[in-house]
Protein backbone atom coordinates (compact mmCIF):
# COMPACT_ATOMS: atom_id res chain seq x y z
CA UNK A 1 0.00 0.00 0.00
CA UNK A 2 2.88 1.92 0.45
CA UNK A 3 4.30 1.79 -3.40
CA UNK A 4 3.71 4.27 -6.06
CA UNK A 5 3.61 3.02 -9.29
CA UNK A 6 5.10 4.47 -12.59
CA UNK A 7 5.02 4.35 -15.99
CA UNK A 8 6.60 4.02 -18.90
CA UNK A 9 9.94 3.03 -17.87
CA UNK A 10 11.45 4.77 -20.64
CA UNK A 11 10.09 7.08 -23.09
CA UNK A 12 11.07 8.72 -26.42
CA UNK A 13 9.77 12.12 -27.21
CA UNK A 14 10.63 14.13 -30.80
CA UNK A 15 11.96 17.76 -30.02
CA UNK A 16 8.93 20.06 -29.77
CA UNK A 17 6.50 16.91 -28.45
CA UNK A 18 4.31 16.48 -25.16
CA UNK A 19 6.10 13.99 -22.67
CA UNK A 20 3.67 11.95 -20.51
CA UNK A 21 4.63 10.38 -17.04
CA UNK A 22 2.13 7.94 -15.59
CA UNK A 23 2.01 7.48 -11.57
CA UNK A 24 -0.61 5.52 -8.99
CA UNK A 25 -0.86 5.14 -5.48
CA UNK A 26 -3.09 3.44 -3.56
CA UNK A 27 -3.07 4.96 0.01
CA UNK A 28 -5.23 7.60 0.27
CA UNK A 29 -3.66 9.37 3.05
CA UNK A 30 -0.73 10.35 0.98
CA UNK A 31 -1.10 14.63 0.45
CA UNK A 32 2.03 15.80 -1.09
CA UNK A 33 2.56 14.72 -5.13
CA UNK A 34 5.75 15.79 -5.92
CA UNK A 35 7.58 15.33 -9.70
CA UNK A 36 11.79 15.36 -9.18
CA UNK A 37 14.13 15.39 -12.52
CA UNK A 38 17.27 14.14 -11.97
CA UNK A 39 20.20 14.23 -14.54
CA UNK A 40 23.47 11.59 -14.44
CA UNK A 41 25.97 12.75 -11.72
CA UNK A 42 23.35 15.06 -9.46
CA UNK A 43 20.65 14.64 -6.81
CA UNK A 44 17.10 14.54 -8.17
CA UNK A 45 15.64 17.89 -8.34
CA UNK A 46 12.16 18.68 -6.98
CA UNK A 47 10.56 20.20 -10.88
CA UNK A 48 6.73 20.75 -9.22
CA UNK A 49 4.51 19.19 -6.40
CA UNK A 50 0.48 19.32 -6.58
CA UNK A 51 -2.15 18.65 -3.36
CA UNK A 52 -4.66 16.95 -3.65
CA UNK A 53 -7.02 19.75 -3.23
CA UNK A 54 -6.34 20.59 -6.79
CA UNK A 55 -7.00 18.79 -10.36
CA UNK A 56 -4.23 20.21 -12.10
CA UNK A 57 -1.08 22.42 -11.63
CA UNK A 58 0.98 24.55 -14.18
CA UNK A 59 4.34 25.63 -14.04
CA UNK A 60 6.18 27.11 -17.16
CA UNK A 61 5.58 23.43 -19.36
CA UNK A 62 5.27 21.44 -17.02
CA UNK A 63 2.16 20.71 -15.43
CA UNK A 64 0.51 17.77 -13.62
CA UNK A 65 -2.40 16.24 -13.57
CA UNK A 66 -4.23 14.73 -10.02
CA UNK A 67 -7.17 12.30 -10.66
CA UNK A 68 -8.29 11.57 -6.93
CA UNK A 69 -10.89 9.10 -7.66
CA UNK A 70 -8.67 6.98 -9.77
CA UNK A 71 -5.65 7.55 -7.21
CA UNK A 72 -3.36 8.55 -10.38
CA UNK A 73 -1.34 11.76 -11.59
CA UNK A 74 0.74 12.34 -14.11
CA UNK A 75 3.45 14.71 -15.17
CA UNK A 76 2.90 16.17 -19.03
CA UNK A 77 5.94 17.66 -20.63
CA UNK A 78 4.69 20.36 -22.82
CA UNK A 79 7.21 21.48 -25.89
CA UNK A 80 9.48 18.73 -24.79
CA UNK A 81 13.41 19.72 -25.59
CA UNK A 82 16.70 18.18 -25.50
CA UNK A 83 17.77 19.33 -22.70
CA UNK A 84 14.68 17.76 -20.70
CA UNK A 85 16.18 14.26 -21.13
CA UNK A 86 16.67 13.08 -17.88
CA UNK A 87 15.50 10.53 -15.45
CA UNK A 88 11.63 11.68 -14.19
CA UNK A 89 10.52 10.20 -10.66
CA UNK A 90 7.27 10.81 -8.94
CA UNK A 91 6.64 10.45 -5.30
CA UNK A 92 4.24 10.63 -2.50
CA UNK A 93 3.64 11.41 1.27
CA UNK A 94 1.79 12.18 3.97
CA UNK A 95 2.53 15.13 5.13
CA UNK A 96 0.39 15.04 8.38
CA UNK A 97 2.30 14.92 10.98
CA UNK A 98 4.87 17.23 9.63
CA UNK A 99 7.13 13.98 8.66
CA UNK A 100 8.00 14.15 4.97
CA UNK A 101 9.23 10.36 4.23
CA UNK A 102 8.84 10.11 0.38
CA UNK A 103 7.76 7.32 -1.48
CA UNK A 104 9.50 7.04 -5.01
CA UNK A 105 8.59 5.83 -8.23
CA UNK A 106 10.88 3.76 -10.31
CA UNK A 107 11.42 6.24 -12.53
CA UNK A 108 11.27 7.60 -16.46
CA UNK A 109 13.85 7.91 -18.26
CA UNK A 110 13.21 10.31 -21.20
CA UNK A 111 15.29 11.22 -24.27
CA UNK A 112 14.31 13.86 -26.09
CA UNK A 113 15.37 13.70 -29.26
CA UNK A 114 16.64 16.64 -31.57
CA UNK B 1 22.69 30.48 -1.36
CA UNK B 2 24.48 27.91 -1.07
CA UNK B 3 22.47 24.05 -1.73
CA UNK B 4 22.83 20.61 -0.02
CA UNK B 5 26.34 20.04 0.41
CA UNK B 6 27.67 16.17 0.94
CA UNK B 7 30.95 14.89 1.39
CA UNK B 8 32.76 13.38 0.03
CA UNK B 9 31.75 12.45 -3.42
CA UNK B 10 33.37 9.29 -3.93
CA UNK B 11 34.37 6.35 -1.37
CA UNK B 12 35.48 3.46 -1.64
CA UNK B 13 35.23 0.84 1.18
CA UNK B 14 35.83 -2.89 1.81
CA UNK B 15 33.67 -5.06 3.26
CA UNK B 16 33.16 -5.71 6.88
CA UNK B 17 34.43 -2.03 7.69
CA UNK B 18 32.22 1.62 8.50
CA UNK B 19 31.63 4.24 6.75
CA UNK B 20 30.61 8.26 7.66
CA UNK B 21 29.15 10.92 5.29
CA UNK B 22 28.13 13.91 6.02
CA UNK B 23 25.58 16.31 4.73
CA UNK B 24 25.34 20.04 5.53
CA UNK B 25 21.41 21.48 4.67
CA UNK B 26 20.84 24.46 3.16
CA UNK B 27 21.38 27.32 5.60
CA UNK B 28 18.25 27.60 7.60
CA UNK B 29 16.77 24.38 6.76
CA UNK B 30 16.03 22.29 9.87
CA UNK B 31 14.79 18.76 8.30
CA UNK B 32 17.32 16.12 6.73
CA UNK B 33 15.91 13.73 5.24
CA UNK B 34 18.71 10.43 3.88
CA UNK B 35 17.74 8.47 0.97
CA UNK B 36 19.17 5.14 -0.65
CA UNK B 37 19.67 4.91 -4.47
CA UNK B 38 20.13 1.95 -6.07
CA UNK B 39 19.83 0.96 -9.94
CA UNK B 40 17.25 -2.14 -8.42
CA UNK B 41 15.91 -0.58 -5.55
CA UNK B 42 15.33 2.99 -6.60
CA UNK B 43 14.88 5.64 -4.38
CA UNK B 44 14.79 4.34 -0.98
CA UNK B 45 14.10 6.70 2.58
CA UNK B 46 16.58 5.65 5.04
CA UNK B 47 15.49 8.55 8.09
CA UNK B 48 14.83 12.08 8.78
CA UNK B 49 16.04 14.17 11.56
CA UNK B 50 14.54 17.53 12.66
CA UNK B 51 16.08 19.58 15.50
CA UNK B 52 18.33 16.57 16.22
CA UNK B 53 15.71 14.26 16.91
CA UNK B 54 15.17 11.06 14.33
CA UNK B 55 11.22 11.45 13.44
CA UNK B 56 11.28 8.75 10.80
CA UNK B 57 13.33 5.92 9.80
CA UNK B 58 13.03 3.41 6.88
CA UNK B 59 13.31 0.00 6.71
CA UNK B 60 16.62 -0.44 6.66
CA UNK B 61 19.02 -2.91 9.60
CA UNK B 62 20.13 -1.17 12.47
CA UNK B 63 23.62 -1.13 10.64
CA UNK B 64 22.51 1.94 9.46
CA UNK B 65 22.06 4.97 11.72
CA UNK B 66 22.34 8.55 11.71
CA UNK B 67 22.44 12.05 14.02
CA UNK B 68 22.05 15.61 13.47
CA UNK B 69 24.05 18.29 15.24
CA UNK B 70 22.96 21.52 16.73
CA UNK B 71 23.56 23.32 13.21
CA UNK B 72 21.28 20.80 11.61
CA UNK B 73 24.21 19.17 9.68
CA UNK B 74 23.65 15.49 9.71
CA UNK B 75 26.10 12.14 9.73
CA UNK B 76 24.79 8.98 8.69
CA UNK B 77 26.75 6.14 9.65
CA UNK B 78 26.73 2.48 8.23
CA UNK B 79 28.52 -0.30 10.26
CA UNK B 80 29.90 -3.56 9.24
CA UNK B 81 30.01 -2.76 5.21
CA UNK B 82 28.06 -5.36 2.64
CA UNK B 83 28.63 -5.75 -0.89
CA UNK B 84 24.92 -4.86 -0.97
CA UNK B 85 25.46 -1.44 0.26
CA UNK B 86 27.17 -0.03 -2.24
CA UNK B 87 24.56 2.91 -3.69
CA UNK B 88 24.15 6.85 -3.92
CA UNK B 89 23.51 8.02 -0.42
CA UNK B 90 21.54 11.19 -1.35
CA UNK B 91 21.03 14.02 1.70
CA UNK B 92 17.91 16.22 1.14
CA UNK B 93 16.80 19.51 3.40
CA UNK B 94 13.75 21.21 4.00
CA UNK B 95 12.88 24.18 6.21
CA UNK B 96 10.93 22.33 8.05
CA UNK B 97 9.72 18.55 6.52
CA UNK B 98 6.68 19.49 4.82
CA UNK B 99 7.88 21.56 1.90
CA UNK B 100 9.63 20.67 -0.85
CA UNK B 101 12.86 18.77 -0.03
CA UNK B 102 15.93 19.97 -2.00
CA UNK B 103 18.69 17.19 -2.79
CA UNK B 104 22.33 17.08 -2.23
CA UNK B 105 24.84 15.15 -5.46
CA UNK B 106 25.03 12.32 -3.34
CA UNK B 107 27.90 10.28 -1.67
CA UNK B 108 28.24 7.26 -4.33
CA UNK B 109 29.58 4.64 -1.85
CA UNK B 110 31.57 1.85 -3.58
CA UNK B 111 31.55 -1.92 -1.02
CA UNK B 112 34.54 -4.09 -2.38
Not at chain 2, 11 to 26: A, D, E, N
Not at chain 2, 33 to 57: A, D, H, I, M, V
Request: net charge positive; proline share 5%.
Amino acid sequence: QQQVKQSPQSLIVQKGGISIINCAYENTAFDYFPWYQQFPGKGPALLIAIRPDVSEKKEGRFTISFNKSAKQFSLHIMDSQPGDSATYFCAASMQRGATNKLIFGTGTLLAVQP
Amino acid sequence: KAGVTQTPRYLIKTRGQQVTLSCSPISGHRSVSWYQQTPGQGLQFLFEYFSETQRNKGNFPGRFSGRQFSNSRSEMNVSTLELGDSALYLCASSWQGTDGYTFGSGTRLTVV
